[in-house]
């Protein structure tokens, strides 16, 4: 559990980082991410699909539960490393979903279109 929780500042600098300039930042996509989610479920926004989101849901229960399929009792590099793949993904998940819902929330509630060349 120790190195779950020294694991968190590194996860939390490497989300940092991952926004790209211009984009919004971490704390705003997390103030955002109850609203996508109710958009989501109340059939308003579509970007993020019910199902990723569950997913996701489903992985960040699985990297804080004290239950895991590779323990690291038993297997510790393995053991981290499965959580660290699945922390990964849903860190992941969530700042692509975000940046799509903050870019639909700017339009109006309609995609963004994206132009080839960039803006």
């Known amino acids: 559990m120790a190195v779950r929780t020294a694991a968190l500042p590194v996860l939390w600098r490497t989300l940092r980082s991952g926004t790209r300039p211009g984009t919004p930042g971490v704390g705003t996509r997390l103030a955002q991410l109850p609203a996508m989610v109710a958009d989501s479920v109340r059939g308003r926004y579509t970007g993020a699909g019910r199902s990723r989101l569950a997913w996701a849901a489903l992985g960040l229960v699985y990297v804080v539960s004290p239950v895991d399929a590779l323990p690291e009792a038993w ?38 279109v994206h132009s080839p060349g960039g803006d």
């Open 75 to 112: 297997l510790p590099l393995v053991g981290l490393l499965d959580d660290g793949v699945v922390a990964a993904w849903v860190a992941g998940s969530v700042l692509v979903a975000t940046e799509d819902y903050a870019a639909w929330r700017a339009h109006g509630g309609r995609p963004a």
